[in-house]
């Protein structure tokens, strides 16, 4: 065994991971023998950060890698595990034997096994279509010689895999033609609900955005899919017909990365005319960066979000553009227009510290919308950015503060769970961009949290404060008891001593 690998396995075993989270043996001339060794103390990170280990660029046998399947099959991952194994010579059997062992391996397990020798996928993708693989699994197969054969094999991949399957087929000869013929399995029955679908730098243009919306007008808005298509060439045309897939009723919720796709004013003048619609589902994702957007170009979509049909909790990737003051000064007179928990980011922009200083003036004092978070860059400009981060966390505190008031006024008499469901949702209507119990239990907590600090300072005795809220009626049936908890998480806390 290699001395710098026995380090390193001590290291591994002792939970000592770099801070990168990558474990890089690539090009290290590793042998069969290396890797067995390795493969046996592959160890997950136990504060949840993804590990990578780069075994790429060395040679390894079938009887080296079926080693490696076999200590998979036989791990057990608390937290995502990267297993790099490009250009490492994987042949035909090497593909077969993992498709074998694939149903043991651990849940978020990704494996890259692009730019290797194997020449069919069909023995893998027959295993995964059939549900024998792990729980969001990702396939990356970045730079391999992808085929037409290749891509059918694919398609029934796609099209039956177990939900929050990740493919990646970044930087392959996929073109139009391979990534028309991959789009048709969206048409399939019982799509899978959930998916992440990479095809960065694949030569696509407007053809294939087109082929692939059409396709995916067969699904619906159970269906949430993530589409990775930075890179390629779809220009306006291309997004144009994504924000028409959008603007259509029960469409699929996206997360798009349209990012460096030569999209200018006309294609954000669709997609703002899509937000228009009220047909966008809330929790959107759109990546515009690195387009051809300045000022100007944005003139509509300033509109849209202004629109009170725009979702809620839509998030807007405006980075490495060439926007500037006039799109800092806009986005400072509509502030208080905005949705709810709109994500905006602005990173790598040409604006300056003075203009940012004078966003930061113009949004000061107004009433913001709630959970609201602009990106400017906290490397650029941390100042700037804590300011910014403080003001849009204002509506949050306001509402705190008033649950503070709420829970310490309840009384006997007339205790805030007398108050109806309705009347409830309609005092946090502003807070909860959903109608989720769960999203107001949690503010209620941290009012309590707050309250109860209240109580136990030596400057504000409970007798001089609020009256206690009273406790729970112990012969409330658990129905009641189960709806309270609901509405309110309140029920059951008492004054603290």
């Not at 798009?256 to 929790?283: C, F, Q, R, T």
Request: hydrophobic share 40%; glycine share 6%.
């Amino acid at each position: 065994m290699k001395p710098f690998l026995s380090t390193l396995i001590k290291s591994i075993q002792a939970g000592k991971f770099p801070a990168n989270g990558i474990i890089d043996c690539s090009k290290q001339k590793l042998n069969d023998e290396d890797l067995q060794i390795l493969a046996t103390a592959l160890r997950s990170s136990a504060n949840g950060q993804t590990i990578t280990y780069n075994l790429s660029g060395n040679q390894f046998s079938i009887q080296g890698i079926q080693a490696l399947w076999l200590a998979l099959s036989k791990a057990s991952f608390s937290s995502p595990v990267v297993i790099d194994l490009t250009s490492t010579q994987l042949g035909d059997g090497a593909i077969a034997s993992l498709a074998n062992h694939l149903k043991h391996f651990p849940s978020s397990i990704t494996l890259k096994i692009g730019k290797n020798a194997f020449r069919s996928l069909a023995p893998l993708a027959s295993a995964v279509a059939s549900g024998k693989c792990p729980k969001d699994f990702t396939l990356d197969l970045t730079g391999s010689p992808v085929s037409l054969t290749t891509v059918t094999e694919l398609k029934t991949v796609l099209s039956k895999a177990p939900d929050n399957l990740t493919l990646n087929l970044s930087s392959t000869p996929l073109k139009d033609e391979g990534a028309i013929k991959l789009f048709e399995a969206l048409e399939s029955p019982n799509y899978p609900k959930k998916q992440t679908i990479v095809l960065r730098f694949t030569g696509l243009t407007a053809q294939s955005s087109r082929a692939m919306t059409k396709s995916l007008e067969k699904l619906n808005s159970q269906h949430q899919l993530s589409i990775d298509l930075e890179g390629n060439r779809l220009a306006s045309d291309g997004l144009h017909a994504f924000s028409t897939l959008l603007a259509k009723p029960n469409s699929p919720l996206l997360k798009l990365n349209v990012k460096d796709n030569d999209i200018n004013s006309l294609g954000i003048e669709a997609l703002s005319k899509a937000l228009s619609s009220g047909n966008v589902l809330p929790g959107t994702c759109i990546d515009l960066s690195k387009n051809l957007l300045d000022d100007d170009a944005l003139k509509t979509l300033w509109e849209a979000l202004q629109s009170k049909k725009c979702p809620a909790n839509l998030t807007l990737i405006l980075n490495q553009n060439s926007l500037g003051k006039k799109t800092l000064s806009t986005l400072a007179q509509i502030a208080d227009q905005l949705p709810n928990g709109l994500r905006i980011s602005l990173v790598g922009n040409k604006f300056s510290k003075e203009d940012l200083a004078g966003f930061i003036e113009g949004i000061q004092g107004r009433l913001l919308p709630f959970s609201l978070h602009l990106d400017i860059g906290a490397k650029d400009y941390p100042e700037e950015q804590q300011k910014i981060d403080g003001l849009c966390q204002l509506p949050l505190q306001t509402v705190v503060n008033f649950l503070v008031i709420l829970q310490g006024q309840a009384q006997e008499s007339s205790p805030l769970s007398v108050f109806s469901d309705e009347i409830i949702r309609h005092i946090f209507s502003f807070v909860a961009t959903v109608d989720n119990p769960a999203k107001i239990a949690r503010l209620h907590d941290k009012a309590s949290d707050k309250l109860r600090k209240i109580y136990t300072s030596d400057k504000h005795p409970s007798n001089e404060f609020f009256t206690a809220v009273p406790k729970a009626l112990e012969d409330k049936d658990k129905k009641n008891k189960d709806q309270e908890e609901e509405s309110l998480s309140m029920e059951g806390k008492t004054k603290p001593h």
